[in-house]
């Protein structure tokens, strides 16, 4: 006997479609509600099939547990990429409805054509929960930074010297001078959400840090020019298993820093950024990129070239897209025990990561792109 079955995921419940390839016996339901212990009891109706179930689901929030306890259970989990999922229905206007989706998964699946996102290991799951959970807690602070400042000037309050929160600043904003009553205590408020969101940062940063250290990936990664551990740990752990990727090009394609364009009969609009991939990968490969406008980096002609023709911006752009395949081959060429492990320390040998890189960069080329070979 063999089982294979859709997943369709929602909050409150999951709707299922599975099929007994043997007899055809076809069986539709929810699973409600839709928590982790729920699903275990339901799993609990294929003991019997032994590693013969075969399911797939979506890989929108939720996916995790849901894999975690299919392979708790011996069941073979497949997670689909919704956009590709979606565009797999065709071009015509179908209904749409949770058993309907539940219905397209598994026939994708017995069809063969279940367009596989990568699961990552337990390890790489939680770095990239607290790597978002850092950069959350950042974006937090920026916003009470910004907040106070609005506060000031919308109230007549010269610039502060330094900025918000230099030395000698924080008196001034506790005293609330030159402040109406609800506008300092608006500020005190910010002031004090500053500091405790800097102590949550602090921590985690520091424990980012610790695994930079010891991580093989990560530690590789630090030898590139510009990245350091926050984003060598960020790289790592929002780029994946580069071994998925046949070429450097998927690789960028997946970071969103990738041009699209639309070209149609001799007519070409401008290009964007294709901005698919995670958000803050690309942050990461920006800040990285950032250090191209130094003297030393080994990339600052480039940048030089780009950024009179584009400006900085878009220069730090193209660096950051050019450090993405660099990246990708350092993570490739490690062994697969030593990619994805933090007890392997990397023995210190030649920088091989860096040798047969060739940057060329034509004018003929927009502004944005670059050739390696």
């Known amino acids: 006997m063999s089982i294979v079955g859709g997943l369709d995921m929602h909050r409150k419940q999951i709707t299922f479609d599975y099929v007994d390839t043997m007899t055809g016996a076809l069986c539709r339901g ?88 990568w699961i990552p290991p337990e390890q790489v799951l939680e770095m990239r929960a607290k790597v978002r959970l850092y950069k959350d807690l950042r974006d937090e602070r920026t916003d009470w930074i910004q907040r106070i400042r609005a506060t000031l000037y919308h109230q007549g309050v010269p610039a502060l010297p330094g900025g918000v ?61 510009g990245i350091g551990k926050l984003t060598a740990v960020i790289i790592w752990a929002e780029l994946g298993d580069t071994r998925r990727f046949s070429a450097s090009r998927h690789a960028v394609r997946h970071t969103g820093l990738d041009i699209s364009v639309y070209s149609s009969d001799g007519k070409r609009t401008r290009g964007h950024l294709a901005r698919q991939g995670p958000p803050l990968l690309r942050w990461a490969l920006f800040e990285a ?18 950024a009179e023709r584009a400006g900085a911006n878009r220069a730090t752009l193209s660096v950051g897209a050019v450090t993405t395949p660099c990246a990708s081959s350092v993570t490739r060429r490690l062994p697969r025990c030593e990619s994805w492990t933090s007890r392997v320390c990397l023995p210190a040998d030649q920088p091989w990561w860096r040798r047969g890189w060739l940057l060329r960069v034509t004018a003929a080329r927009p502004a944005w792109t670059a050739r390696i070979e």
């Not at 109706?45 to 179930?53: E, H, I, K, L």
């Not at 689909?80 to 206007?93: H, L």
């Not at 950032?290 to 940048?303: E, F, G, M, N």
């Open 30 to 117: 929810k699973i409600m509600p839709a928590d982790r212990l729920t699903l275990r009891e339901w799993l609990g109706r294929f003991a019997d099939y032994g590693g013969s179930v075969r399911l797939v689901v979506e890989g929108c929030t939720g996916w995790r547990y849901v894999v975690e306890e299919c392979r708790r259970a011996g069941i073979d989990i497949h997670v689909a990429e919704p956009a590709d999922t979606a565009s797999a229905r065709g071009p015509k206007r179908h209904a749409k409805t949770d058993k309907l989706d539940a219905k397209h998964l598994r026939e994708l699946l017995v069809q063969g054509r279940i367009p596989e996102s």
């Open 165 to 225: 929160l230099a030395a000698g600043n924080r008196a001034a904003l506790e005293a609330g001078a030159g402040l109406s009553p609800a506008g300092a205590q608006a500020v005190t408020v910010a002031v004090r959400q500053i500091d405790r969101l800097d102590t949550e940062i602090d921590a985690l940063l520091a424990e980012i840090r610790s695994f930079a250290a010891i991580q093989p990936g990560c530690k590789a990664l630090q030898r590139q020019y």
């Open 289 to 306: 990129a950032k250090s191209a406008a130094k003297r030393t980096s080994p990339d600052h002609a480039y940048y030089l070239q780009v």
